[in-house]
């Protein structure tokens, strides 16, 4: 039987040099899936994946730079080492045209060399998208940009990842009771409208029965000012965990 595990590729923001851009790339139904991919993250994913053709599946939670940028360096990467194997990108509306754009401005001409092919699938809140053995579900949160949360379903665990922003009521709905949720908690509390925080995502575990929870995304700063305050918050609350690079949880 199959477990779910993810590996962390970045934990900090988009500015955060010493933890890089949050990404993870999860294992779940046999399959890889990459989930969102910022300017940190090609680098960290060669290294610890050496073949061409691992990777199924990307997702992208919005069009933010440290969640998308990374792009056109993966692409590129895989075509020099020789992937052939079907790419497939999972996100909102657009996918498809936001990624020939920044292909074309980081490599004008590239996309037309690709020795693989890209289809992408653009998922609507309230529908489910099924791919093998994987359900994707999405809601938007509250960000400045349009952002879609992800439940991730391989039926027999169930992930969420926030990519950005504050969750929503529909949020607690889609994560309610889920193995693990992947939240962005930039802030100690709710101080700015679009983004997540430490505090409000303990609320949102304790209201969606969460049964872990990892904080991810946190303005750099604030995770060095808080630093105390981290540790006793992981002592009082066992379930909650502050991964790092390279930590790797398995959902058994
Ligand atoms: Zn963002
Ligand atoms: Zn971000």
């Known amino acids: 039987m199959n477990c779910m595990e993810v590996h962390f590729l970045g934990v900090g923001e988009a500015c955060d040099s010493r933890h890089g851009n949050t990404s993870a790339l999860v294992t779940a139904g046999g399959c890889k899936i990459l989930l969102?991919?910022?300017?940190?993250?090609?680098?960290?994913?060669?290294?610890?994946?050496?073949?061409?053709?691992?990777?199924?599946?990307?997702?992208?939670?919005?069009?933010?730079?440290?969640?998308?940028?990374?792009?056109p360096l993966l692409l590129l990467r895989f075509w020099e080492m020789g992937r052939t194997r079907r790419l497939q990108l999972i996100g909102q509306e657009r996918l498809q045209e936001k990624t020939m754009t920044v292909l074309e401005l980081a490599y004008p001409g590239f996309a037309k060399k690709l020795s693989f092919p890209l289809q992408f699938h653009s998922v609507q809140p309230g529908i489910t998208l099924e791919l093998e053995q994987l359900k994707f579900?999405?809601?938007?949160?509250?960000?400045?940009?349009?952002?879609?949360?992800?439940?991730?379903?391989?039926?027999?665990?169930?992930?969420?990842?926030?990519?950005?922003?504050?969750?929503?009521?529909?949020?607690?709905?889609?994560?309610?009771?889920?193995?693990?949720?992947?939240?962005?908690?930039?802030?100690?509390?709710?101080?700015?409208?679009?983004?997540?925080?430490?505090?409000?995502?303990?609320?949102?575990?304790?209201?969606?029965?969460?049964?872990?929870?990892?904080?991810?995304?946190?303005?750099?700063?604030?995770?060095?000012?808080?630093?105390?305050?981290?540790?006793?918050?992981?002592?009082?609350?066992?379930?909650?965990?502050?991964?790092?690079?390279?930590?790797?949880?398995h959902l058994d």
């Open 137 to 249: 579900q999405t809601t938007p949160t509250t960000h400045s940009q349009a952002n879609l949360g992800l439940l991730l379903d391989d039926g027999r665990k169930r992930l969420y990842y926030s990519g950005d922003g504050r969750p929503t009521a529909e949020v607690i709905r889609l994560a309610h009771g889920c193995d693990l949720a992947l939240h962005e908690a930039f802030t100690w509390e709710d101080s700015i409208p679009n983004h997540g925080s430490v505090t409000g995502c303990l609320q949102l575990m304790e209201k969606a029965g969460i049964k872990q929870l990892a904080l991810l995304h946190i303005e750099r700063k604030t995770r060095q000012n808080r630093q105390k305050a981290l540790v006793k918050l992981l002592k009082e609350h066992p379930d909650v965990l502050l991964p790092v690079e390279n930590d790797i949880i």
């Open 36 to 71: 969102d991919c910022g300017f940190s993250v090609p680098h960290r994913f060669f290294g610890i994946c050496k073949d061409p053709d691992c990777l199924e599946y990307i997702w992208i939670s919005h069009f933010h730079g440290d969640h998308f940028f990374g792009l």
